[in-house]
């Protein structure tokens, strides 16, 4: 009786152990997002260029449903974890807990949410700020409470130990970038926009260099973008968000706006643009930098960027 | 929050399926006594088919790979996509209808077209240019501050330029009806 007992244990067990063993034998390598969790799969994607260890920096990531819907709005909980470094794999990482807030670049941002809907619902990132506190590679695990249920998605990136584009403290690269009526320049060059019929949509951001904006001893918000040929598709909307600043603002900073090409068919950069944004064979856009009185970074936000992030910083300003 | 996504109050299927094996193995404890002893060995042998049946259902994948969004196979149907959204775009714009124009085109049409300039733009740097400076004519049009009133002469060559950039590229592009 044991024994028969015995065997009809042991059949018991070996099949409820039978491919239970992950493939590569690591419970947190390689499987998908979301699995074990019962939620769906984000489609996550680290959107911040220059993230850098030791200090807090801000975190931006966008997010897509499987089916290509953007999720906006609301907030999205994140955990950052260290994957340690190419030579130096960790597997059990410390983790960082954080919170995802909406930057909408498209839709009303009072909208309720996370909601997943498509672009003219809805578009933009979800910004943290978080504290890297060492480099090497990260992943972050975004969930996402939508209406229909939590779901969650991950993705790896990774945070440097030093920066590579001009950072917070660091003097502003005295760029003499072009300006309107320059002569030595197609008009597409000082600002993409002017490519076909000649005309510059946001003359009062081509009005001064950023090099006399600082001999001046005048701070200045200076956007590095190229609204025709944008990459990353925030170019134009972003600049538009400055020239609005401008407007508002024009007795507490200059407002400087740096197309990226002067010639897009050639792939020629202009330089004023290459001072900040071009390093080694890396070109990335947009960038807005806020520069001093004294001529040193005194913020920056890369890619997306809302008014919201930036106006509480030109109110402070003293007037010009 | 909740993460019991796709949990509900249905017939507990896994109870069913675990519980089949168990009763067989159960069978051949009871029937261990009788007379012909084959009986408890082969409810054993059919005990453990069933078992291993059992876990590899319990052990299925709940979500099984799904589309992951438009792959290369999905290139050219994304493609023909974004030419069906300008063209409703370009209906709409007929219309005067200039929030369904910035729907179909912010929706259906940007996206796609983005991936259009860079994929031409491997090949031909000066078409890649064309479609995005008007790209960037439509988009315009349709900002806030635009006065959209030649958002239709402005999605047409849109579609010129698509459409040229797809030859390029291989691919046929069906023309907006008339």
Known sequence: MKKLAAILALTFLLAACGGDEPADGNATGNESPGAGTGTGELIVEPASYDLVAGSPGRFIVGLLTPEQLFVSFGEVEETFTFLGTEAEPVNDGASIDGTGEFL??????????????????????????????????WSVKVTADLPDGAMSGEATFEVRSEPVYPAVGADAPLSKNLLVGAKDAPVGAIDSRAVEGGKI????????????????????????????????????????MVQALAKDYSDRANFIHIEVWRDFEGRAINQGAADWIYRGKDLTEPWIFLVGRDGK???????????????????????? | MNLAHGADSGPNIEALVLGAPLVVLGLALFFQKTANVVVPFVLIGAGAILSIGAFTFLNRDPHPAVAQGPGPAGTEATYAAAVEGLCLAQAAAADRDVDQARRMFQD????????????????????????????????????????????????????????????????PAASCAL
Request: glycine fraction near 10%.
């Open chain 1, 297 to 320: 970074i005194a913020a920056r936000w890369d890619n997306v960027a809302v008014r919201s992030e930036i106006e509480p910083l030109l109110q402070k300003l003293p007037k010009l």
């Open chain 2, 108 to 171: 259906r049409a940007h996206s796609p077209l983005h991936e259009i300039a860079a994929d031409v733009g491997a090949k031909d740097r000066g078409a890649e240019g064309d479609l995005l400076v008007a790209m960037q004519r439509v988009e315009a049009d349709l900002s806030p501050a635009g006065e959209g009133e030649t958002l239709d002469e402005d999605l047409g060559d849109l579609i010129q330029a698509t459409t040229t950039a797809l030859d390029e590229l291989g691919i």
């Open chain 1, 201 to 240: 949509p946001d003359p009062e951001l081509h009005g001064i260099t950023v090099l006399d904006s600082v001999k001046n001893h005048q701070p200045a918000l200076v956007v590095i973008s190229t609204p025709v040929y944008c990459i990353s598709r925030f170019c134009g909307p972003i600049t538009d």
């Open chain 1, 104 to 137: 909408a670049i498209e839709g009303d941002p009072s909208t309720k949410g996370p909601v997943a809907g498509t672009a003219s619902d809805g578009r933009g990132v979800y910004s943290s700020e978080v504290n890297f506190d060492q480099p090497g590679f």
